[in-house]
């Protein structure tokens, strides 16, 4: 179909090298076959090299020889002399006259290629083989053409650049990069939710790896960032426990390619359902300090009556009060929209546990039964007399240690004025006994008309027509089916 025609002149073993490729491009048609070096000039230049051995180009165009050579019939002109081998590379320019012999020795070295990188827009990080090299435009300089280059291209809010490149038979490879501007989502608040963008999950504690979407992403500490996203619509969801989903739909476009997402979550509502399970007495209820934000704080409902409130799902401690009641408390743990049912029993004090109370101390009784005046008589009472008692018999005992020691002395004396002095001592302290002595028998006198008019008053006196239980029961479905009274 074609035939090529080349004629070489030169060392065996450069003849595959070159001259082959030489054929190959007139075979294949190209154009920018370089054509040799005319050497039909009067001059000559010997070239050496260390190492020798080396294949000598003149203007990048190899003459086939390897030095030590001398190169005939150079014209008149500026040269650029290179010789390479293997890896090695030396060159050197020279000018050389009509009729001039010169001789060059090139030492030879590792040979450096240049890889010059072009960006739109410029100041793009540059990233060569994972190593940060500068921002764009920028020359890297490598050794070795053999191998692959990762070449990495990063700006904030355009998508990143990554590729690999390879050498080609030129000593710089140029590259150009147009960069396309990208967007990114900034979402707050993430800390146990389930994050979606566009109906895929990409978190849910933790990056979802798989996901499809190929994001960037990054979390700190409670905010997520979505990077490299393409600038158009996106539709957020984020689920959380016992929540409602927060939904939104964000746009990234060029005039703002960076969204701030501030989700606001709103607890799902449950029921709680209020029987009152007491007498129709006026009382009150509290909820973790908040329940009036929900239902009011007084409640009067009759004793088959139940009540129902929406309040958010949480962990609640209710708490109900009457005068002359104790206090009704219950936990609630309101997860579900089921109605959960509370009933509110108010307890009333019995006689039985009064009288008890009463016997061991008096006045206790009383106030376990809500009559704060009368059992706060009777154990003031009680315990002054127990203070005036234990009061009078440690000074009738000082005392009377006081006393024997006056009459020893007075038995012992041996003179008149002794004596009399003795007797006047013992005289008085045995007044002193009789008054402790006459303390100590009112004290117990007082504790025990305290303790007696106690007894009297829990047995005879006890207020039973103000407490009654009325308990009601109601079955799963919630209807009244018995109750029982207790007075």
């Not at 005319?38 to 020798?52: F, Y």
């Not at 690999?164 to 990069?177: A, E, I």
């Not at 089916?481 to 207790?486: A, L």
């Amino acid at each position: 179909v074609k035939n090529v025609i080349e004629d070489y002149m030169g060392p065996i073993e450069n003849l595959l090298v070159y001259t082959t490729k030489t054929v190959v491009q007139k075979l294949l048609g190209a154009s920018d076959v370089s054509s040799a070096i005319a050497l039909i000039g009067t001059s000559d230049l010997l070239v050496k090299s260390n190492p020798p051995g080396g294949t000598i180009y003149i203007d990048d165009k190899p003459i086939g020889d390897v030095t030590p050579f001398t190169i005939k019939g150079l014209p008149e002109g500026e040269f650029r002399i290179k010789v390479k081998k293997d890896n090695l590379m030396g060159e050197q320019l020279i000018k050389i006259g009509a009729n001039e012999i010169k001789s060059i020795d090139l030492n030879l070295k590792q040979e450096k290629y240049t890889i010059r990188i072009y960006t739109e827009p410029s100041e793009v990080e540059v990233y060569f083989n994972s190593t940060l090299k500068g921002k764009s435009p920028i020359d890297i300089t490598v050794t070795d053409t053999s191998r692959m280059y990762i070449v990495k291209l990063v700006k904030p809010l355009f998508k990143t650049i990554v590729e690999q490149v390879r050498f080609n038979k030129s000593t710089m490879l140029r590259l150009y990069y147009n960069l396309k501007p990208c967007g990114s989502l900034v979402i707050g608040d993430i800390k146990n939710t389930i994050l979606f963008i566009n109906d895929e999950q990409v978190w849910a504690g933790k990056i979802n790896n798989e996901s499809k979407l190929q994001y960037s992403y990054s979390v700190f500490p409670d905010v997520f960032t979505v990077h490299q996203l393409n600038l158009s619509d996106y539709k957020i969801r984020i689920v959380k426990e016992y929540h409602k989903p927060f939904e939104t739909t964000v746009r990234l476009d060029k005039n703002k390619r960076v969204q701030a997402v501030s989700p606001t979550f709103k607890k799902m509502e449950g029921n709680i359902e209020i029987i009152n399970g007491s007498v129709p007495v006026d009382y009150d209820l509290f909820l973790n300090k908040t329940f009036s934000e929900y239902c009011p704080n007084k409640f009067t409902l009759d004793s088959y009556q139940k009540t129902t409130y929406k309040l958010p799902y949480g962990n609640y401690l209710l708490r109900a009060t009457a005068d002359d009641y104790f206090t009704f408390t219950q936990k609630i743990e309101l997860y579900s929209d089921q109605a959960k049912p509370v009933k509110i029993l108010l307890k009333a004090p019995d006689q039985k546990s009064a009288k008890t109370l009463s016997m061991i101390i008096p006045g206790t009784g009383q106030l376990y039964s809500f009559q704060f005046t009368k059992g706060g008589i009777f154990l003031l009472s009680t315990l002054t007399g127990i203070v005036w008692m234990s009061n009078s018999t440690t000074k009738y005992t000082d005392e009377l240690e006081s006393y024997n020691e006056y009459v020893k002395a007075y038995k012992s004396a041996t003179n008149i004025n002794d004596m009399d002095i003795y007797r006047i001592q013992f005289t008085d302290s045995n007044e002193k006994l009789d008054k402790y002595r006459t303390q100590f028998y009112m004290s117990v006198g007082l504790c025990s008309i305290s303790y007696l008019l106690n007894i009297i008053d829990i047995n005879f006196f006890y207020p039973s027509h103000k407490y009654q239980n009325i308990g009601i029961h109601y079955n799963p479905e919630g209807s009244l089916y018995e109750i029982s009274y207790q007075f």
